[in-house]
C-alpha cells in the first residue's frame, strides 16, 4: 500500500502535518506516534495492515513536519490530546484521548504503552517532573541558542545513541521526516549537506 498524499492542516500557530495510506472509502483509522517520533514511525507497519481502510499519520507539534509551537508554550501529552481534536474529527495521548472523547472512538489499539492509571504516591513525582520539564523549558528559551547543525550521520547517532531501542533503518526514517537541510555557512565548508534536528536528542 502506498502513501497517497501529504497533508497540512491549519492550526492557529501554523499547520499539523500528516500523511495518509488507502481508500478515502475506507473507516478511518488515526495513526499516534510517540514522543520525539513523527509520522514516519508507521511507513513499515502500514503496508503489513488490511488495504481496505483510510489510514492516517499526523505529526504533533514540533514533531516531524509540524509547526513549532511559538515560544513559551510547552510540549505537554494533554496538549497533543487538543491537537488531535483538531485533527479527528499511540501512545498515552491516544488513550487520553479515547477517555475525553470517547464518543469518537471505535476501537484503540496501543503499542507499548504505559497504564493511565497512577499511584497516590506517583503523583508527587510526576508533579515533580513536571515543575522540572518547565523550569528546563525556561531556561532553554532564555539561552536562546543559535540552532546546532549536524551532519545526518552525526544525528543518527546522537539518535541511536539516546534510544537504544531503535535500529539504524528506524532511525534513517525518523530523522528523514524530523530534520530540515540548511545551507552551509559563509566560510564553513562541508563535504556533506548539513541539517538541523526538529528536536533535542
Known amino acids: 500500500m502506498g502513501l497517497i ?40 507497519l502500514i503496508p503489513l495492515l488490511p488495504q481496505d481502510f483510510y489510514y492516517v499519520a499526523m505529526d504533533f507539534g514540533g514533531h516531524g513536519l509540524s509547526s513549532h509551537y ?31 472523547f470517547p464518543e469518537m472512538v471505535n476501537k484503540l489499539i496501543l503499542l507499548d504503552s504505559p497504564l493511565l492509571l497512577l499511584e497516590s504516591n506517583e503523583v508527587e513525582n510526576l508533579l515533580t517532573y513536571k515543575q522540572r520539564a518547565i523550569e528546563h523549558m525556561l531556561q532553554v528559551e532564555a539561552s536562546q541558542e543559535p540552532s546546532r547543525v549536524y551532519s545526518l550521520k552525526q544525528l543518527l547517532q546522537r539518535l541511536l545513541k539516546s ?12 530523522l528523514q521526516r524530523g530534520t530540515t537541510k540548511v545551507a552551509a555557512g559563509r566560510g564553513l565548508r562541508c563535504p556533506r549537506p548539513l541539517y538541523i534536528c526538529h528536536y533535542s536528542y
Open 163 to 174: 534510544n537504544s531501542h531503535l535500529n539504524e533503518e528506524c532511525g534513517e526514517l525518523l
Open 70 to 100: 511559538r515560544p513559551g508554550v510547552p510540549y505537554y501529552h494533554q496538549t497533543f490530546v487538543s491537537e488531535i481534536r483538531r485533527v479527528v474529527a499511540g501512545g498515552i495521548v491516544g488513550g487520553m484521548f479515547s477517555c475525553i
Open 5 to 44: 498524499s501529504e497533508l497540512k492542516l491549519a492550526v492557529p500557530w501554523g499547520h499539523i502535518a500528516a500523511k495518509a495510506w488507502g481508500s478515502l472509502q475506507g473507516p478511518p483509522v488515526l495513526c499516534l506516534h510517540g514522543w520525539l517520533d513523527n509520522a514516519n514511525s508507521f511507513d513499515r
